[in-house]
Structure formats: C-alpha cells, structure tokens
C-alpha cells in the first residue's frame, strides 16, 4: 500500500467520507465531509464512488509526502496548494509521482479544502465508514508522521479537467434555512433579527457545531430532550444560536427555531470565523 | 393547538413525528410500536427511524423527494390497523461502584438530603430505570425512574472532565457517562460495564425500551469487572421479562 506521509499536520485536518447513516439509535453522529458538495465534486472528479474517504483540510494546510503514484483532486476552499513548489488549481486533476510533496500555502477562498487520492485513502473503517470522529475513532485529527494508506495507481498524465469551478456557494455570504420545529415560539422581533440581521462564526466553532457571535434575544423554554440534525440551529437560554454540523450529538433539549438546507450547511462549512453571513428563509417544496 | 401527533419536516431528509410532551411509558410504547412498523416499510438501508421521549425521527440517507407524503401515508396506515407490537422487557443488571473514590458528590448529596449514604445508595439501586433513548454521546442512555427523594439540582460549575463510567444524578436524571467528557451531574459511583464500543456489532447492547438496575460493587469487584472487560469476557445478566 502506497502512503502519503504527514510531514507538517497544519492546522486541523481529519480523513471524512460520507459519514456513519443508520446508527443514531445508538447515540453515534453522522460525522462525514463538512462541506459534502466539495467532497463529493473532489471524488467526482476523480472517478471515485461518492463515498470514498478524502482528507478534510481546515485552513492551514498540511505538508505530505506521496510514497507511491496516484492522481489528485482538490476542492472547496483555495488553500494555494502545490506540488513540489509548484501551483496547483483546484477542481483539476494531477498526477502525483513517488516523492513528491504536497503541500499549501494562503488561503484565498472558503475555509476547507478537500483533497481526493485515486480510489480514497483506506484508513480504518470503524461502524461503517472512514470517517474521522471524537469518542468513535482512535483519531480525530490529522499529526505529524501520521501515514495515509492509498493504494498507488498509474499516474496517467493529465486528465480532462471539471468543467466549472463551482466557487459560488463557497463565497456566497447567504445561508439558506428552513423554519425550525419551535421557529413559531419565537417573538415577532426575535423572528425579525433572524431574518434581516448580520450573523457570523464564533472561534468557539468546530465540526461539532458553529456558533454565531451575534445573540438573540431567547424568551424560550427549554424542550424535552428531542431528535437534532447537522443544520439544526439551536437557540441556547443564554441566547446563544448554535448550528449542529457533522460530527453533531443526536439529540437536545435547546429549541431547534431552524434547520439549515444541505446548500446551508455546505456554504456555512466554508465561513471563516468572523465571517459576515445572512440567514435566507425558505419554505419546503 | 394542533393535534399530536405532529408531522414536521426537519430539513430536506427528515420528518418529525411529535407526541406530547411528555415522558411516560405510555408514550415510549406507542413510539416503538410504529417505530418498528415504520422500520418494517421502509428500507432499512436507506431510512432510519430513531425515537426520543415524545418524538421519532425518520432520517433518509438522502433528500427525497416526497418523505413527508409518505411518512403522512404509513402513520394514517399504522393507526387505522390499531397496531401495537408485544414488546420482550429486558432487565440489565449494572454494578456500580459507590466507593468514595468514584463518589465525588456523594457526601454532598448526603448532607443536603439529610440522607446517609448508605440510603442514598440504598434508593439508588433499589428501583428499575426505563431506558427512553440513547442521545448527547454514544452510549449515553436517558433513563427515567430516579426517585424522586433523589432528584438533586446540576452542579453549578461543571466539571471539565467527568471518567468514563462514572454514575450521575442531574435534576430528576440518572445515568451513565460512557465516555470521559465535561458534564455537570452529581457524581455518586462509577459502573465499569462497556456501553459503548466502535469496534462491536453492534455498539450498544442497552436500547430504547430495556429496563435497568443497579446493583452495588465494591473497590474489588469493580476493578475484576474492569479487567473482564478488557480481555473481552465480560457479559451482561439480562433478565427477560415477557
């Protein structure tokens, strides 16, 4: 088996596929790419099954080592990636030779980059899927010396590259949200401030959930312990909005007043914190 | 005021369906019944039906088209069939640890009850707890039937971190922490019994609609517990009730 051997982990990475469907009966999050849009566009590209592993890379790229041939997608956030100090594009294909060094450098768009080897990294597979999570895995992020099983593949010189470079959602300030199952228990001005106010990330967000830094007035009781998604935005007694992402719990006791389309929670997984950000209503088909 | 119970969408691949707000037995058995006729439609492979206290979630692997119509449909069936599943009660036994190296709040607990702790321990492990669900960690299982002499307000400033296995109380709570973790409860004990492993098939033995008991072990019998789990030879005594 060919690796890419970690020789600078940057900031936060971690190895995501589609995550874990079917076991929240047992408490466990989906986990899963934060943004599935650029994942799956990255494995797209590549000729690999949608639910193939690819790195998650938050911000800071890390610095690898290939130890075997394959070919390369990246995607969603631009992190100025190269290869052996050369420039790379995101949304192209690249053949990767034995020794070569990936490795990034600014980040001009988004806030994670996804990174697609020829048929996925093969780390392992635990409850049905690769991903990455905290009390699942033995890992939850990406360190030093670290060894990203792939299995090498004939670099086959440059492929056909994807026909759009789908920045727009990246760069896109709205996030679209539906009305949640205690939207309507909100005041008329609480509802207001939702819709027409500036929100942004808060540092204290993660994969677990992104926090805005704007509060909102809360006038609501707090609910029996009931089901959430990722996109499930709670409102906190201390006024708080907390967005539920990946690696989310499963359920809470905090009024759930929006859930965020999968559109929304794919643009939100690309704020960077501080970010300005407007919440757009929508009604279900 | 609608009536229960509701049918929500909760996103692009999720329906709701909310009972009152209650936390009963009552409910849990109409919940599970159509949870397992819903399972029993649906494609296991692509819908998921879990439950809370008062709500079931049927979550699809991805956005579908009309989920809220068919959900609408299979709930409209299930109620006019009157169906209602025959459910086996499984009782878990679970030891606990109540030694004052694992009580932190015990002595706590005891003053402000004017209870020893001999009775507190007593009250504890004397009754059988309703598993409601399992939610907030992997393997954390919201258990109702805490006495109510016992129901004991959250600490003030929660603890960064709490050991894994440790016994809580939380206002009218108990339960388990199956993992370390920052948590807020009153710890009395610890249980050394594996309540959630990755690596098993599957991950929880414990689910929705079992009973518990607690049962009190010492020091020793806690640590000989521990090891049997570790080398893989541990087995829980599960009652069947029918």
Redesign the interface.
């Known amino acids: 088996m060919a690796e890419a051997e970690i020789l600078h982990p940057g900031l936060f990475s971690s190895i995501q596929d589609l995550g874990r469907f079917g076991l929240r009966e047992f408490g466990v999050p989906v986990s899963g790419a934060m943004d599935q849009q650029a994942a799956g566009m990255a494995n797209l590209m590549n000729g690999n099954e949608p639910d193939t592993a690819v790195l998650e890379i938050t911000l800071q790229g890390p610095k690898m080592k290939f130890t075997g041939p394959t070919q390369i997608a990246i995607s969603g956030a631009d992190l100025s990636p190269e290869l052996d100090g050369v420039k790379l594009e995101n949304y192209k294909i690249y053949s990767v030779l034995p020794g070569q060094v990936l490795s990034f450098g600014r980040r001009n768009t988004g806030y994670r980059a996804y990174l697609a080897v020829k048929n996925g990294f093969k780390t392992e597979k635990l409850l049905k899927s690769r991903s990455w999570s905290p009390g699942i895995t033995p890992h939850n992020r990406l360190e030093k010396g670290m060894k990203l099983p792939f299995l090498g593949s004939e670099a086959r010189g440059s492929e056909k590259n994807a026909a759009v470079n789908p920045d727009a959602y990246i760069t896109s300030a709205v996030i679209e949200a539906f009305r949640g199952p205690e939207f309507e228990l909100l005041s008329a001005s609480e509802k207001e401030t939702l819709e027409k106010g500036n929100f942004s990330a808060a540092k204290e967000s993660n994969r677990m959930g992104i926090q805005f830094q704007e509060k909102l007035e809360n006038s609501l009781q707090p609910i029996l312990t009931s089901p959430v998604l990722p996109g499930t935005v709670q409102l906190t007694p201390s006024g708080t909005l907390i967005v539920l992402m990946r690696d989310g719990q499963t359920t809470g006791g905090y009024p759930r007043i929006l859930q965020l389309s999968e559109a929304g929670i794919n643009t939100l997984a690309q704020k960077l914190p501080g970010e300005k950000l407007q919440l757009k209503l929508i009604k279900y088909k | 005021m609608r009536e229960y119970p509701?049918i929500?969408?909760?996103?692009?691949?999720?329906i709701?369906l909310?009972f009152e707000?209650?936390?009963s037995l009552e409910i849990l058995k109409k919940l599970l019944s159509l949870k397992r006729y819903l399972q029993e439609k649906l494609l296991?492979?692509d819908v998921?039906v879990?439950n809370?206290?008062?709500?079931l979630?049927i979550?699809y692997?991805s956005?579908i088209e009309d989920a809220?119509g068919e959900v609408f449909r299979l709930f409209e069936e299930f109620k006019a069939a009157k169906i209602s599943f025959k459910y086996q009660i499984r009782l878990f036994h679970i030891p606990v640890c109540y030694d004052e190296n694992f009580a932190l709040d015990l002595e706590e607990i005891s003053r402000a009850k004017k209870l020893s702790k001999e009775e507190i321990i007593g009250l504890h492990s004397s009754v059988d707890y309703l598993v409601y669900?399992?939610?907030?960690?992997?393997?954390?299982l919201?258990l109702g039937g805490l006495p109510e002499t016992l129901h004991f307000s959250r600490k003030i400033h929660p603890r960064q971190s709490v050991p894994k296995g440790a016994v809580g109380i939380g206002e009218k709570q108990t339960g388990i922490y199956p993992?370390a973790s920052p948590g807020g409860w009153n710890i009395i004990g610890n249980s050394p019994v594996p309540l959630?492993d990755?690596?098993a098939n599957?991950?929880?033995e414990i689910?929705?609609g079992d009973m518990i008991r607690f049962y009190p072990v010492s020091l020793e019998e806690h640590e000989k517990i521990k090891e049997e789990v570790q080398r893989g030879k541990f087995h829980f005594k599960i009652e069947q009730n029918g």
């Open positions: 509701k929500i969408r909760l996103g692009e691949r999720a709701l909310e707000p209650e936390i296991k492979q998921e879990t809370t206290y008062n709500s979630l979550s692997v956005p809220y669900f399992t939610g907030f960690l992997p393997g954390f919201y993992q959630f990755p690596t599957p991950p929880c689910r929705s």
